[in-house]
T-cell receptor
Framework: GQNIDQPTEMTATEGAIVQINCTYQTSGFNGLFWYQQHAGEAPTFLSYNVLDGLEEKGRFSSFLSRSKGYSYLLLKELQMKDSASYLC???????????FGKGTTLSVSS | SQTIHQWPATLVQPVGSPLSLECTVE??????LYWYRQAAGRGLQLLFY??????ISSEVPQNLSASRPQDRQFILSSKKLLLSDSGFYLC???????????FGPGTRLTVL
């Protein structure tokens, strides 16, 4: 079966660092994606990991461990505009479809 | 650069009425195209994907259908809407070199 788990909600304060975890059990794996989705809007692409390790992109970093079926998204120097839902998604073996988790709603307060 | 369009942006329809949502992509050729639905409080559910004109794969059985009449056009249809069809419908396309999916602005459908 296909299962992707993320925490439902997280809270943090401006300027802090937050780590959003994602674990997956899928019948195939061809890469892991993170998307950001603000309320009422479409998801926007943040990062892509296909090999183990850390990918850094500005204030955002994403880590992957394929052997553990585990990824995290690290957000540094949090800003109010980072309040959003963060979606973890696994690309299936055929590379034809993304399987999404239910998302983690992050609330950043001042 | 590539852009993806969806219309309409919002739609309110009565139960039992037909549906047609359209998605078009500009600035690329032969993209993979996808339809997702996001119901309130739930994750993104893949409905259909297409790897080429006339080629449609359905991920979940339901009263919706999809068609791809042209390379960069993807249409989601229903003959009779149900209350459970309400949701946020998102079209996406894939950049083949990285498999990254990019989403359109979405259509918010309310079935009353």
């Amino acid at each position: 079966g296909q299962n992707i788990d993320q925490p439902t909600e997280m809270t943090a304060t401006e300027g802090a660092i937050v780590q959003i975890n994602c674990t997956y059990q899928t019948s195939g794996f061809n890469g892991l994606f993170w998307y950001q989705q603000h309320a009422g809007e479409a998801p926007t692409f943040l990062s892509y990991n296909v090999l183990d390790g850390l990918e850094e992109k500005g204030r955002f970093s994403s880590f992957l461990s394929r052997s553990k079926g585990y990824s995290y998204l690290l957000l540094k120097e949090l800003q109010m505009k980072d309040s959003a839902s963060y979606l973890c998604a696994v690309l299936n073996q055929a590379g034809t479809a993304l399987i999404f988790g239910k998302g983690t709603t992050l609330s950043v307060s001042s | 650069s590539q852009t993806i369009h969806q219309w309409p942006a919002t739609l309110v329809q009565p139960v039992g009425s037909p549906l047609s949502l359209e998605c078009t992509v500009e600035g690329t050729s032969n993209p993979n195209l996808y339809w997702y639905r996001q119901a309130a409080g739930r994750g993104l559910q893949l409905l259909f994907y297409s790897v080429g004109i006339g080629q449609i794969s359905s991920e979940v059985p339901q009263n919706l259908s999809a068609s791809r009449p042209q390379d960069r056009q993807f249409i989601l249809s229903s003959k009779k809407l149900l209350l459970s069809d309400s949701g946020f419908y998102l079209c996406a396309w894939t950049e083949r070199t990285t498999d990254t999916q990019y989403f359109g602005p979405g259509t918010r459908l309310t079935v009353l």
